[in-house]
């Protein structure tokens, strides 16, 4: 998986880019545009149209509202964060935390248990052994048995999740979470879901690259999204018209050292605690909700095009792959990709039914 806190999340904001038309109208132009900072990485909000008696000032005090929260809770970079408390206690027993954060958890360990492990929250310390980590770079790979050693402390079975009350239980003392693949999604969600406390129906979110829209941009017709041609800075390889959906890319190219000749990626994976060795490049995921798009994206990007995309299908995720090859760079795209676009701007209730969500069932969540 990729680099935790601020190195993951500052990648995001690469693997999107955003294309309006460049010669709007006065009367074509948002209705409200709001830009910060959170999480490690800007965030934009753009609202075609405001219903009537709505206060702007308070739609972007309720948006900046729900990302700090989300920031608060589960920033590892913040040492009174609850995702912090609850990496230094030395409990083994039920961690009561935010339903929030107990959402983000068992959708985390939804995707995990389908991965097989390739996704998975809790491989930070691997993460910061190979150097991409808030503990410092390193120019060569690490011994194998300092792998072994901190492969011990990893691994999404030894943590559990309860969510009514929600609360955490690691199974050894020294395990760690780190939500910084998954988080951003989440922090987009709930900046949505302030906005249609609001009645607000089109609008255009962004965190770090991860994106939810609805209804229309301005001038009429879906936002559209440019995915990033990988290696290659600036360069489109594909535009993406959306309403009613989020996006979430992943990928290798832009965070990696060399030693000997060979190249080090920061998507570890944990089942082996070692770089991913594929061709794969870039992922892009469609979800109704960003924090599964968010998640998704990352567990396919450390499966690699063989083995994710096989699971995409299986799955019916949207998915784009975008794989390295001799004459260059090979477009894969999932049935479910391909059935959102044959009639331009498809319709997620074709693939997910009209809730548009399949999330983890039940009160208890459990890493099996």
């Avoid at 489109?236 to 832009?254: F, K, M």
């Avoid at 063989?306 to 784009?320: D, S, Y």
Wanted: net charge positive.
């Amino acid at each position: 998986m990729g680099a935790p806190g601020k190195p993951l999340l500052l990648w995001g904001a690469f693997g999107l880019l955003f294309l309006l038309p460049g010669c709007q109208r006065v009367e074509e132009r948002p209705a409200l545009v709001q830009r910060g900072w959170v999480m490690g990485t800007s965030y934009l909000v753009k609202v075609t149209h405001l219903p009537g008696g709505v206060d702007p000032a308070e739609v972007r005090r309720s948006v900046a509202m729900a990302l700090a929260e989300v920031d608060r809770n589960m920033s590892t970079y913040l040492v009174d964060s609850e995702v912090s408390r609850f990496n230094q206690s030395r409990s083994t027993d039920w961690f009561p935390v935010s339903k929030g954060l107990a959402t983000v958890v068992a959708a985390a360990l939804e995707i995990g248990r389908k991965t097989g492990g390739a996704y998975d929250i809790t491989v930070a310390p691997l993460v910061n052994l190979w150097g991409f980590g808030p503990e410092g770079r390193r120019g060569e790979p690490p011994p194998s048995k300092e792998i072994e050693h901190v492969r011990r402390r990893v691994g999404y079975r030894k943590l559990s999740v309860w969510l009514d009350p929600p609360a955490l239980r690691k199974e050894i003392p020294e395990l760690q979470i780190d939500l910084s693949s998954i988080a951003k999604g989440y922090g987009v969600d709930r900046a949505a879901q302030a906005l249609e406390r609001f009645g607000i129906q089109d609008y255009l979110i962004e965190v770090g690259g991860e994106v939810r829209t609805r209804g229309e941009r301005p001038g009429g017709g879906p936002w559209r999204v440019a995915i990033e041609r990988p290696h290659r800075r600036g360069g489109i390889a594909e535009i993406v018209p959306l309403s009613g959906l989020a996006i979430a890319t992943s990928g290798d190219y832009r965070n990696y050292f060399e030693k000997g000749g060979r190249r080090y990626s920061h998507t570890i994976d944990p089942r082996t605690g070692r770089p991913v060795q594929h061709h794969l490049t870039s992922v892009s995921v469609l979800h109704r909700e960003a924090m599964w798009a968010d998640g998704w994206a990352t567990a396919l990007m450390v499966l690699g095009e063989e083995e994710g995309f096989k699971l995409a299908e299986r799955e019916t995720l949207p998915a784009l792959l975008m794989v390295k090859t001799p004459k260059g760079v090979r477009r894969l795209a999932t049935s479910a990709w391909k059935a959102l676009f044959t009639k331009g701007t498809g319709s997620m209730d074709r693939i997910y039914g009209t809730s548009g969500r399949r999330s983890p069932g039940g009160r208890f969540t459990k890493a099996e």
